[in-house]
């Protein structure tokens, strides 16, 4: 059996083969490109989920701790202390007739709430702050 030869050498079965061996490789070399492409997409979907799970998370958590701040915002503010404050103002007391013991009043109430509401060694709130503004 003779081999057809080209004027170099080679023989068209050698190129035939050459041929096929990197359309094989051409081809095994895209289906890794596509799994790979196909992890990939599935590893980036499943860190978006972790990620979007983790923040529902986090947010729940600071959710909740905003609306216990707030809460005891409001049971400060809308104590009695300060309903007895503003009365007393409205009806025209001064410092000098009971406000100042008012005033000292709500800074004990503060303490008292300080004490009960201790979480750990820091506190929720820290100081009191009044300003009046009075319109003279």
Do not use: C
């Not at 499943?46 to 707030?70: D, H, P, W």
């Amino acid at each position: 059996m003779t081999e057809s030869v080209n004027n170099q050498g080679i023989s068209y079965r050698a190129v035939w083969l050459l041929v096929a061996f990197f359309i094989i490789l051409g081809g095994v070399s895209a289906y890794l490109l596509v799994r790979l492409y196909s992890a990939t997409s599935l590893l980036a979907g499943a860190n978006l989920r972790s990620f979007t799970e983790e923040t529902n998370y986090k947010r729940g958590l600071f959710e909740e701790l905003f609306r216990q701040r707030i809460n005891e915002f409001l049971s400060i503010s809308e104590g009695r202390y300060f309903k007895a404050f503003y009365h007393s103002r409205a009806i025209g007391m001064t410092p000098e007739y009971g406000l100042a013991a008012l005033t000292a009043q709500i800074q004990s109430g503060f303490n008292d709430h300080l004490k009960s509401t201790r979480k750990g060694v820091e506190n929720n709130f820290l100081e009191i702050a009044y300003f009046d503004f009075e319109d003279d």
